[in-house]
């Protein structure tokens, strides 16, 4: 076995979040369980990890640890590294993970999580290694057909060599025996492989590394899918990370494996699961309207360019949300929209100041006259004007009204300023006034008066080009 790590006073390690160099790729919620994954990319995938750990490890402030240690003569004292490294096999394969395993189980217990951490991740290593021998025995069907040249350091030479060479094939010599002796080695070595991804998850889970947990939990569900603490620990992590559809496909896992099969233990965790499927129900619609307020933010936001990009100004609005007619679009960005060629269609708010009443028209091109427009509301070719009496009927006729806007320009002079449009003008023409300005509704409104009107003499009404 190896020897024990011994630690002079245990500390606990601060929380420390992974530099993004360092994290793992990020995981859509849309990702499925990674049982596809063959044999020979889970392993690619675990060194990767263990690389990242180790450099994780290293980076805050664990240089002390033999296995990181910088200096080579250090790595070459240390039995701990040999036995890693080199794998030397006198023990069983799985009985070294083992012995690196308790190691870390009783840092973990004296809440000494660096060292913890460090022998949960030696175990894997050691795991990791002597199944990569293994297999690489298998292949070669023996030690004697293997290279004992491949990956030595080719600096090497003289004694050196022959010490490094005879170290590596008594090493591989033992774990053939081993191999011979015991035909459920690899079975053993995974047990222990995925108790040490589990136990380091916890480690990782109380540093608040959520990814790294998840990734350890991801490596022990691919082993045993039914493992309920590994779900547990992903539900933790995916919600401290809002990956509520994640926590949820965990949550809904663990409760129908519970139900079915689950011990007195597991069943002590089902509220707890059931829970967190209903805050992440919550919190997915949440942010379900979030996204929606934010894609309906950047359409408004795109459609006020499309409108100040044309050379039209925006101003305030002369209609609150609460005052808009019947017909209206309640977001804004829906009342313009583009034809084929790019041009702009507003809805056009007529206000009758004299009765209090209004016409809405739904669609009013950029192009459009409003004469065209007016000429289909008012007599000779409209209907008759529907508001006031008969003489007031008599008087709203095309002929004889006056169309304005109010002039946002010219706020707080003594009288408010109406400005006078010309019938045969485009929409488009009088929104791009060097004096108008489009509500910041998007709503353009017009006030209409018979041009014997009071009105006319109580406001001020100037021309266009005035």
């Given amino acids: 076995h190896p020897p024990h790590m011994s630690s002079t006073n245990p500390e606990t390690v601060p929380t420390v979040p992974l530099p993004p160099s360092m994290q793992p790729p990020a995981q859509s919620d849309s990702d499925t369980d990674e049982d596809s994954l063959s044999e020979i990319q889970l392993y690619q ?58 190691q870390g189980s009783e840092a973990l217990k004296e809440k000494n999580y660096r060292n913890a951490l460090i022998s949960y991740t030696q175990a894997i290593d050691a795991c990791l290694e002597a199944k990569q021998h293994m297999a690489l025995l298998n292949e070669k069907a023996g030690p004697d057909n293997i290279d004992m040249m491949h990956d030595l350091d080719p600096n090497l030479s003289g004694d050196d060599l022959q010490k490094a060479l005879t170290q590596r094939r008594n090493a591989f010599n033992l774990l053939w025996e081993q191999m011979q002796k015991d035909p459920n080695m690899k079975q053993k070595i995974d047990s222990v492989e995925m108790q040490c991804f589990n136990n380091r998850a916890q480690v990782q889970l109380t540093l608040k590394n959520f990814r790294k947990c998840i990734e350890d939990c991801r490596e022990v569900l691919a082993y045993d899918a039914r493992n309920v603490k590994a779900m547990w620990r992903t539900v933790k992590s995916a919600y401290e990370l809002r990956r509520y559809k994640l926590c949820k496909r965990y949550c809904t896992k663990a409760t129908t494996i519970i139900n079915k099969q689950g011990t007195t233990q597991d069943r002590k965790t089902l509220p707890l699961f059931e829970k967190h499927i209903k805050l992440s129900d919550q919190q997915i619609q949440k942010q379900i309207i979030k996204k929606r307020e934010q894609v309906m933010k950047d359409r408004d936001n795109r459609v006020v360019e499309i409108i100040q990009e044309s050379g039209i100004k925006l101003g305030k609005d002369e209609i609150q ?33 004299e009765f209090n009443q209004s016409d809405f028209i739904q669609a009013f091109h950029e192009e459009d006259r409003l004469v065209e427009h007016l000429g289909a509301m008012f007599p000779p070719h409209g209907p008759p004007f529907p508001f006031g009496n008969e003489k007031d009927q008599e008087r709203y006729v095309l002929d004889n009204i006056e169309v304005l806007y109010f002039d946002q320009t010219r706020m707080g002079s003594y009288n408010d300023v109406y400005v006078r449009v010309k019938l045969n003008d485009s929409l488009g023409d009088v929104l791009r006034q060097g004096n108008y300005r489009l509500p910041n509704n998007l709503l353009p409104v017009f006030h209409v008066v018979h041009k014997d009107a009071r009105l006319l003499k109580e406001w001020k009404v100037v021309n266009g080009n005035e």
Avoid: C, H
Wanted: zero cysteines; a negative charge; glycine letters at 4%.
């Fill in 321 to 353: 949300t609460n005052q808009l007619p019947p017909g209206a679009k309640p977001k804004k960005s829906d009342r313009v929209v583009l034809d084929e060629n790019g041009k702009m269609v507003f809805q056009v708010l007529f206000v009758y100041d």
């Fill in 45 to 102: 995938r675990r060194k990767r990890m263990q690389k990242n750990i180790k450099e994780y490890i290293q980076k805050y402030d664990v240089e002390d640890s033999p296995l990181f240690a910088s200096n080579q003569d250090e790595v070459m004292d240390s039995t701990v590294v040999q036995a890693i490294q080199a794998m030397t096999y006198e023990d069983p394969p799985n009985e070294v993970a083992e012995g690196f395993k308790e």
